[in-house]
């Protein structure tokens, strides 16, 4: 049982560890110290819904839905293409650029919420990797061993957003000039413009 929720916890940390729009925006609220907790909690919650559904077997209805993928696509597109272009606004204002309060337009609770869903459910490959990928593969094991693979996942969430919210702490020297803020803004808007371009490119195979 521990041999299959460790296979479950390293396929999704493979799937979840990797440069995109939710990482960058846990990153920059992690470095500004703005409502670490919550958002962090709300991603690996998220996550564990989803994997969830994914093992209780929605994964296949998904896979067999192209047209509600290809919804969910150019929605996600369209909002990565906003938040991208907002990230190159506070990159080229001076006044955003605040060493003191580094914190991408001093979003509130509420706001800071609304984004972070936002990025996680207008995002297709969420869906594709937790509902989808982990669904499918959680069908190789039955009863307890398919909950313990799901469970392994959903762990690997916990795991990595909570290390990347607070973690992003450690970096607070470097991003105390204002320079560093410039350059991680810009990063994210390229990081932003080049998920959404291929989303699109992805309804062209």
Same mark, same amino acid.
Request: net charge positive; aromatic share 10%; with cysteine.
């Given at each position: 049982?521990?041999?299959v @929720? ?8 493979? $799937?979840?560890? +990797? =440069?995109g729009?939710?990482? %960058? #925006?846990?990153l ?10 919550i958002?962090?909690l ?6 564990a ?8 077997g929605?994964g296949?209805l ?12 150019i929605?996600?597109?369209?909002f ?6 907002l ?11 605040? @060493? ?8 509130? $609770?509420?706001? +800071? =919420?609304?984004?972070?869903l %936002? #990025? ?31 469970g ?27 320079g560093?803020?410039?350059?991680l ?7 932003? @413009? ?6 699109l490119?992805? $309804?062209?195979?």
């Amino acid at each position: 049982m521990l041999a299959v @929720a460790t296979n479950g916890f390293v396929l999704g940390a493979t $799937l979840i560890i +990797a =440069i995109g729009a939710q990482n %960058a #925006f846990i990153l920059r609220q992690g470095l500004a110290r703005r409502h670490v907790f919550i958002l962090c909690l709300i991603c690996a919650l998220s996550d564990a819904l989803l994997i969830a559904a994914g093992v209780a077997g929605l994964g296949t209805l998904i896979a067999g839905n192209p047209g509600l993928i290809m919804a969910v696509t150019i929605g996600g597109a369209a909002f990565l293409f906003v938040y991208a272009v907002l990230a190159l606004r506070r990159a080229i204002r001076p006044s955003a650029l605040v @060493a003191a309060a580094p914190d991408g337009g001093a979003l509130s $609770l509420r706001a +800071a =919420i609304a984004t972070c869903l %936002a #990025f996680t459910f207008l995002n297709p490959h969420v869906y594709l990797d937790t509902v989808v990928l982990l669904g499918s593969l959680s069908g190789r094991y039955g009863g307890a061993s398919r909950a313990a693979f799901g469970g392994g996942a959903m762990a690997a969430s916990f795991v990595w957003f909570f290390t990347l919210g607070y973690g992003a702490r450690l970096l607070a020297p470097f991003f105390a000039r204002p320079g560093a803020w410039r350059v991680l803004d810009l990063l994210i808007a390229l990081i932003m @413009a080049a998920l959404a371009v291929g989303l699109l490119a992805s $309804l062209y195979p």
